[in-house]
Each structure stands twice: as C-alpha cells, then as structure tokens.
C-alpha cells in the first residue's frame, strides 16, 4: 500500500488485529519526534493526521480537534502527561541512539539505557504528548 496517496476509505478498510491511534496536540511536531528519535516514516502528515509506519507496523496520529464529538476528548487531561500507563514498545529501536536523539527532539528520558533482567536494553522515553516510548533491543550474550 503506499501510503503516501491512500485515501482514507481504502486506508480503513486494510486495517486488521489491533490499532493504535494516539491522540496529540501537535501532529507534525509529533512526527518529527519520531523519525528524529525511532527513524519512523510519517506519511500525509497535516495539522490533523497522520499515518505513521515503523517498519512492518502502521498507526495513526490524530489531533485533538478531529475529536471534537468523539467521547474520549473529554477523558483526555488538561495538561501532561497523556499517555500514563501506557507503554509503547519498540522491538526494533536501539535504546541508547534512541536516548541520545530524544535529547535533542523535545523528549525526556524517564530511564536511560539499561540492561534487564528480562534478557532486553531498553529505555524509558517520554514525548511532548506524555506518551511513554520503549526502544529495546535483546541483551547480547555473555
């Protein structure tokens, strides 16, 4: 699919299995964030929208106005974070490019670049709009 001319009905209806959209107060600025910190690519990105792939994987961004009568703005809060709980992983993000691209895009490192006892080094990163970002990559072996 190129997703740089889609329109929006074909673009919905390829979509399958689980979705994320995340809501933001800025889209482009949200998209610099992530091919600055992650590499990702944005694609059709205006104040409003935008789809955004990390490698295999597509999502969307949308602004806030374009939920104007959709129930969940009114949950979303006033001021950060947004995003709390929430966890978003990068399977195939190295954490410590990631960490130090973040510093110089707007992010805040909640955790530097560590190494877990779950076999991953991964880093706590969190972007303008609150949302938690995991780049991981698996331990090398000893």
């Given at each position: 699919?190129?997703?740089?001319?889609?329109?929006?009905?074909?673009?919905?209806?390829?979509?399958?299995?689980?979705?994320?959209?995340?809501?933001?107060?800025?889209?482009?600025?949200?998209?610099?964030?992530l091919e600055n910190v992650f590499g990702m690519a944005c694609?059709?990105?205006?104040?409003?929208?935008?789809?955004?792939?990390?490698?295999?994987?597509?999502?969307?961004?949308?602004?806030?106005?374009?939920?104007?009568?959709?129930?969940?703005?009114?949950?979303?809060?006033?001021?950060?974070?947004?995003?709390?709980?929430?966890?978003?992983?990068?399977?195939?993000?190295?954490?410590?490019?990631?960490?130090?691209?973040?510093?110089?895009?707007?992010?805040?490192?909640?955790?530097?670049?560590?190494?877990?006892?779950?076999?991953?080094?991964?880093?706590?990163?969190?972007?303008?709009?609150?949302?938690?970002?995991?780049?991981?990559?698996?331990?090398?072996?000893e």
């Amino acid at each position: 699919m190129d997703y740089a001319t889609v329109g929006a009905p074909d673009f919905g209806k390829s979509l399958k299995g689980i979705g994320l959209n995340l809501l933001v107060r800025d889209v482009p600025g949200q998209c610099a964030f992530l091919e600055n910190v992650f590499g990702m690519a944005c694609h059709q990105v205006t104040k409003d929208f935008a789809i955004v792939t990390y490698g295999a994987q597509v999502f969307q961004i949308h602004a806030d106005g374009t939920y104007h009568s959709n129930p969940l703005l009114s949950l979303l809060p006033e001021s950060p974070p947004r995003g709390a709980g929430l966890e978003i992983r990068l399977y195939d993000s190295d954490p410590d490019t990631a960490a130090a691209n973040a510093a110089t895009s707007g992010g805040t490192i909640l955790q530097g670049p560590t190494d877990k006892p779950h076999g991953l080094r991964e880093a706590y990163i969190l972007c303008a709009n609150g949302y938690a970002w995991v780049p991981s990559r698996p331990l090398e072996a000893e």
